[in-house]
């Protein structure tokens, strides 16, 4: 199945847009967020035009239907990814909450020596690598701060492949946790979670998937990948902003202790002491982002009919042709994998003698949106040797005109800055 | 968008051949900036003299990584600051910041900050702003440092 891509186009209203009074945009960004098809928007509109009002304790017909259309959204989800049921998906505001949810309750266990499995202390070894994003990092770093636990961490090798050769010494009978991304969000490499999993579980350690930049771009089962806990965000995937989730299992999600304390997470409350929810909503305090719940499940609902494999392989075509295209130009150097295997649809490169904000503003001049800077990834970027790198992202709406137009912005970034001698 | 109304050729005179570049001993006080957003950084150096009106910068050395805007602010900076009273640098800081927050509306004085008018239309574009002000931040802190030692206990 292909993609028609000219009728994709026409579902994203804000890619008719232009600007700089008058250049069409070129919109290669949505690995920092996607734009929103016409489905999602007016699953928005209709759920506030027609049904809003808060779940699970109004008692009036409205409630009713927006604590349908919410749970409804959740057991949609579930489908989308493969959970065994709606139970095991907990709505976030985003994928950065949801790696801090396991990461506080975490705590939360280990600071009431409560709950063995995810109690941690001094002798405890959380696993994490180096290509991952700050909200794969920073979580972990305050957890072992807070627990005397020590984070340990895989390398990348120098053509942005996961560095596994040390992984006996790092996944040990110490490991509590190992925690790493489906796809890294700046090489474009997609990890081998499935051995990642087998090792962890042989060691009687849980695994945590940073899935934001894996469940827009293709088929993800929670089952198929052996993970403990997969996180997800909305708006990357077509999806409202204030939205995402975290899967796990549900043994799991019933053993671990509550994150955010509130309305609607408990069970039963005295002045003295609690009981909670079962999950998943035991993890769900306060009013959640409802509207955006449903638009979420609408995007998924969109991907899912659009189909997860041809849009995969729509992106497997874009990076090819992205890879061959920037590989020809002097000067530049991608980084990640140069091969399009076991790779997504993104692309980070530096251009000698030309600075990635300069590129990148060279490139929106051009009507090219893309990003420039470290990608929440400062510690990837210093392995691989760079202080910056541009990134183009590609998504289904992209076109392969699009990719030549972003490798005709470049050579013309060296142009005007007269680097190489041109 | 015109590119030449961010990137002025003496921006880019700046950027290809900077002025004052490269770290200078002695110095009185060294600081280190980063621009969290992409991770450029400044190591700057100040050294200030004694003189009847108070100090003045007597050098202002820098080791700029960053985009063509950075690196040119931090020569515009040293070529502005150096041979000048201590105190007259703080007022350029100043007016030079009010230029990066006027949102393409400030009408800069040359008379008074010479080649950072150039900069002028930096102020139009948010992401960029602080590049221009990377290395004004870092002589602020390093100069204010530098004065500070030189306090009479």
Known sequence: MTLDIVRIRKDFPILERQVHDGTPLIYL?????????RQVLDALADFYERHNANIHRATHQLGEEATQAYEGARARLAAFIGAAGPAEVVFTKNISEAINLVAYAMGNASATGQSGRFALGPGDEIVISEMEHHSNIVPWQLLCQRTGATLRWFGVTADGRLDTSGIDGLITERTKLVAVAHQSNVLGTINPVRALADRAHAAGALLLVDAAQSVPHMPVDVAALGADFLGFTG???????GIGVLWGRRELLE?????????????DVRMERSTFAPPPHKFEAGTMPIAQAVG?????????????????????????????????IDGLRILGPAEPVDRGAAISFTVDEVHPHDVSQVLDSRGVAVRAGHHCAWPLHRAMGVQASTRASFYLYNTHEEVDALAAGIVEAQRFFGAGGR | MRLESLYQEIILDHYRRPHHAGLREPFDAEVRHVNP???????????????????VVADVSYDALGCSISQASASVLSDLVIGRPASEGMKLNDEFLALMQSQGEGAPDED?????????????????????????????????????EREPA
């Open chain 1, 296 to 328: 979420l499940a609408a995007a998924a609902d969109y991907l899912g009919e659009t189909g997860r494999d041809a849009i995969a392989e729509h992106e497997h075509g874009l990076i090819a042709h992205a890879l061959e295209a920037l590989a020809g």
């Open chain 1, 235 to 241: 708006h990357k995937m077509c999806g409202p902003t």
């Open chain 1, 255 to 267: 053993e671990m202790p509550p994150f955010l304390g509130g309305g609607e997470m408990i069970e």
């Open chain 1, 29 to 37: 960004d949505s690995a920092n967020t996607s734009q929103k098809p």
């Open chain 2, 37 to 55: 957003v992409c991770g450029d950084e400044v190591t700057l150096r100040v050294t200030l003299k004694d003189s009847d009106g108070g100090p």
């Open chain 2, 112 to 148: 008074v900050l010479g080649d950072a008018v150039a900069f002028a239309g930096v102020s139009k574009y948010p992401a960029r702003i602080k590049c221009a002000l990377l290395a004004w931040m870092a002589w602020k802190d390093a100069t204010a440092q530098a004065m500070g």
